[in-house]
């Protein structure tokens, strides 16, 4: 902590600066200039709040460590944020309500925001806001107000839990996971509550969270320590992992899920923020033990996302390439002064055949999901591969463009599972006439089977270094995409009749001799 004699010649700088903008801003305050007065007004409010930030960094106790050290002055460069201590600071009689906060911080970026627009001419937008006489005064009558009160403040000392006090709420604005906390409902009508005692209401925050935070280490060391429970009692629900997943194939419709929801327990369905958007939730029993909860979360997360991409036959990921079609944010002809519309022609972008996600899909979700929840190591890792590839179509942009390497992957997926299923003893010879004969069996139509041909030789030709015909596009990208999901989704429905037959076969009538038609 320094003291007030150490601080007092920087803070007294600061306002003397201040005082000069003030003077050249009123001078400036004609017609014509109005903008550059206004200019110099957020200047001087700048100023002003640089001497309150030297202020609170004196009564800042030093960390430990010079590396831990985090003073108010790290921000000196900010200019919403001197413009914030300009026009607020909780010692001030005027602002005590810190309620104030969030409004304050408002001003000051609406501050800032206005001189960037009308400071510098902008050629693209010769139509741009400007300042008018009663704004330019207003401001300037502000910052004036605003050093006089300086003037007359008494810098004092604060004894060091005061200090302390400080410290931690300034800290604690800086943490994104308290900062909601403070701005709360709930914690400003607390702060009304101590009145003029903005001392008690910081005193009240700190209190309240770090007993929050005694609890969550206590339950964390409860749940660490927790032995798993068996029984039916096990399989009661624990754990929420809920998930949003975005879609480039298919919209989402809320009235689609209430099926679903109804007969599946431990994965709920429900949209997000807009047509594209899915939010999974997966229930965990208490049965998991906490240490166990990450990998048996992600474990059951990636076997669904991998089910509900075979099953609808599209594309759902976390998140979806952005910079498909553009690297710039705009191009201007500057002769003309007009914007140029030029975008990379085909986009990267496969043209799934766009349609709503129907209960019929997630039927076969429910069947997919079953089928893999049943797979074997190797099979798993086949599925493993998929997956992963998934995440590569995900980063595919025009920065990185991956199609070849996606399409092969698909294919030796594919391949992975066939012969981990028994489809195919692994000979390469023998790999397109047996994944041909597989799909002929189902009958598939004609026209796919040409299409598996097709991939089949052009990952050949891609995995043995041969010349390649034509460039490898996202469109086959999606063609080896649907050549995957469409075996295991064959492979699920039987695996689904198999299962419903033998529940059947162990089903005894009660009337003997009575027909299925009676």
């Known amino acids: 902590m320094k003291s007030m004699e150490e601080v ?118 010769l139509n741009a806001p400007t300042i008018s006489e009663q704004r330019v005064m207003g401001l300037i009558g502000v910052a004036e107000a605003r050093l006089n009160i300086e003037r007359l403040k008494e810098f004092r000392e604060l004894d060091t839990d005061r200090q302390a006090l400080l410290q931690w709420f300034f800290s604690a604005m800086d943490d994104p996971r308290l900062k909601p906390m403070i701005f709360s409902k709930g914690s400003l009508d607390k702060q009304a509550e101590f009145g003029n005692d903005y001392g008690a209401w910081m005193k009240w925050l700190r209190d309240t969270f770090e007993e929050a935070d005694r609890k969550s280490i206590e339950l964390t060391n409860f749940e660490m320590k927790r032995v798993p429970v068996s029984g039916d009692e096990g399989w009661e629900n624990k754990f929420e992992v809920k998930i949003r997943l975005k879609s480039w194939s298919h919209s989402i419709r809320q009235n689609q899920f209430t099926e679903w929801n109804k007969g599946i327990e431990k994965i709920k369905l429900t949209g997000g923020s807009d047509r594209n958007e899915l939010i999974v939730t997966l229930l965990l029993p208490k049965r998991v033990a906490t240490q166990d909860l990450w990998n048996m979360g992600w474990q059951n997360t990636y076997v669904f996302v991998t089910a509900l991409n075979i099953a609808t036959l599209g594309f759902f990921w976390w998140y979806l390439p952005e910079y498909v079609s553009r690297y710039f944010e705009r191009i201007r002809d500057v002769e003309h002064d007009s914007e140029v519309v030029v975008d990379r022609i085909p986009m990267l972008k496969i043209g799934w055949p766009h349609q709503a996600l129907k209960s019929e899909d997630l039927k076969n979700v429910s069947i997919v999901y079953g089928f893999a929840a049943h797979a074997s190591q190797q099979q798993f890792e086949a599925l493993h591969r998929y997956f992963r590839n998934l995440g590569l179509m995900a980063k595919n942009d025009i920065f990185f463009q991956f199609e070849p390497t996606i399409a092969v992957e698909f294919i030796m997926a594919l391949k992975d599972e066939m012969r981990a299923y028994g489809d195919w003893d692994g000979a390469p010879e023998t790999a397109e006439a047996s994944i041909t004969a597989f799909f002929e069996g189902i009958p598939a139509a004609p026209e796919f089977i040409i299409v598996i041909e097709e991939m089949l030789q052009l990952v050949d030709q891609i995995t043995t270094n041969r010349m390649v015909p034509r460039p490898i596009t996202l469109e086959d990208v999606g063609k080896a995409k649907v050549i995957f999901d469409g075996y295991i989704k064959v492979k699920a429905q039987r695996f689904f009749m198999e299962e419903v037959a033998r529940v059947n076969s162990t089903v005894k009538p009660t009337l003997q001799g009575t027909s299925p038609a009676t």
């Open 8 to 125: 007092t010649p920087a803070i007294e700088a600061c306002l003397q600066n201040a005082e000069k903008f003030v003077i050249a801003a009123k001078a400036s305050a004609v017609p014509g200039t109005y903008h550059i007065a206004f200019h110099l007004a957020v200047l001087a409010l700048e100023e002003i709040g640089k001497s309150s930030m030297i202020f609170m960094d004196a009564l800042n106790p030093r960390p430990t460590t010079e590396e831990d050290r985090k003073t108010t002055l790290k921000w000196i460069d900010d200019h919403e944020r001197k413009l914030f201590w300009a026009i607020w600071l909780p010692q001030r009689s005027d602002l005590r309500d810190w309620r104030t906060i969030p409004a304050a911080m408002d001003f000051a970026r609406d501050i800032h925001k206005q001189r960037l627009e009308t400071l510098y001419v902008d050629p693209s937008n």
